[in-house]
């Protein structure tokens, strides 16, 4: 069963259907399934990441192949959609020329599915300099592109050593929209989890 936060400290209980974009080695999948989702779909055209998502999470609703030629109306109905569009194009050890790279130009391609099916929730991540990129203004575009299309918006960056007792130095911005207001102002992000362990505790 999946669980969202709640402010207030509890939880709704229910089974959703999610997809994901740029789907990698499945990282955002597995964390959305630990949380009870049912992933119903995912696409990721590097044929490589795709050989390691099909061991970890078999070959039974991946797509391999180039988001640009895929069709929304062949993509499975779903509640959330997840995606870690490309940061090459917004990280400061890059060339930073963000929707001038045709890897930043892809955040649009996200943006035509959610315009298409219209989910209740989108979940986005990417590279914390993206808030930064362009003194904020390929933020604001993005924000204002999913507020255009209807949705509620909040946002936080978030460091992975900070939550999960996960000794990793990993900022990252997160993006979660909302279809419907009422369900934005239950939404909090999670709550800082001190770190006690250090990597040589993982050996």
């Known amino acids: 069963m999946c669980k969202y936060y709640r402010k207030g400290g509890t939880n709704e209980m229910r089974t959703y259907k999610s997809i994901d974009l740029f789907a990698g080695i499945g990282g955002i999948c597995y964390g959305f399934m630990q949380a009870g989702a049912q992933i119903v779909w995912a696409n990721e055209i590097d044929k490589y990441a ?100 209807g949705y509620h918006v909040v946002w936080q960056v978030m460091n992975a050593k900070e939550y999960g007792n996960l000794p990793q130095q990993r900022n990252r911005i997160y993006i979660v929209a909302f279809k419907y207001k009422k369900n934005l102002v239950k939404f909090c992000f999670p709550e800082q989890i001190p770190l006690t362990r250090t990597a040589f505790d993982l050996y």
């Open 50 to 149: 795709c050989k390691t998502y099909r061991l970890n999470f078999g070959d039974s609703y991946l797509v391999e192949g180039d988001i640009q030629k895929i069709d929304t109306k062949d993509i499975p109905k779903f509640d959330i959609l997840t995606a870690g569009f490309p940061c090459q194009a917004f990280s400061s050890v890059g060339l930073l020329q963000g929707f001038d790279d045709p890897r930043g130009n892809l955040f649009f391609e996200t943006a035509r599915v959610i315009n298409a099916v219209k989910p209740r929730v989108v979940f986005l991540e990417n590279v914390a300099n993206l808030v930064k990129h362009d003194e904020g203004r390929t933020f604001d575009v993005i924000i204002k592109t999913l507020n255009n299309l």
